[in-house]
């Protein structure tokens, strides 16, 4: 394989959209505060800032993360019929009956329904899990290594499990799984377009409030250059803040 002048992952790139469009998504949130944490500027520099941590990979703490990588292997586990890996868990019933997992990581205690655990193994019965892909995309500036982990992959269908505090419809359409991981597949000979979105709404207390899916078909005369122009806005934002990257995994260099 030629050698990447550059290696992006796929949520890498959702970071990088996110900084972008930091004025669109402060209005989201804030444009109707009076009193809002931070100004569009000061949130512009905190969407650097922390695109900046991103690429240098620096640690962070998350409890929204650490919910969801819990959710997901819970999920994987009972489609493996094993025990989930780094994950204490237990069976509770609560006082109306229902069952939940309860279950410990990262020194954090998370809850979920066994029906809703059970209802996404089921669904996704059979798939393999957390399958690592990867390909060279050309650009104007050199290949790029896009990579990522698939959630689950199906015969014919892409899975990315989500959890969300919050949903509205489309959440996730300017995110950039639905373009690498089927451009990744087809590069490998396997042609699977269909990508799915599969989220879990989870309330303040941590109960599910709903779930949805969001289905994404990939075009590659539309999609391809989309990620090929997102990748080289990328690169040029690289190229210009490269005094203040400390991870050099992302030049393509170990």
Known sequence: MQQPKYKFYATILDSFWGYLNSDVVWEKYWGWSENPPHTAEQFHELQFQELIDRINRKPFDSEKADRGTCFNELVDALIEHRKPKDVEVERVADDKNAVWYRAIYNNRTFSFPVSLCCEFADYFKGALTQI???????????????????????????????????????????????????????????????????????????????????????????????????????????????????????????
């Open 132 to 254: 690592r892909v990867e390909a060279i995309l050309p650009t104007a500036y050199g290949n790029v290594l896009v990579y990522g982990l698939i959630d689950e992959l199906m015969p014919t269908t892409v899975h990315d499990i989500k959890t969300t505090g919050s949903y509205t419809v489309g959440k996730f359409k300017d995110h950039h799984q639905h373009l690498v991981y089927p451009y990744a597949l087809m590069q490998n000979g396997s042609d699977v377009r269909t990508f799915e979105y599969n989220i879990v709404e989870f309330n303040k207390g941590g109960y599910v409030v709903d779930t949805y899916t969001e289905t994404y078909v990939f075009n590659p005369e539309r999609d391809i250059p989309i990620l090929t122009n997102h990748c080289e806005d990328f690169i040029r934002f690289l190229e210009e803040n490269r005094e203040l990257i400390t991870d050099t995994k992302i030049f393509g260099l170990e």
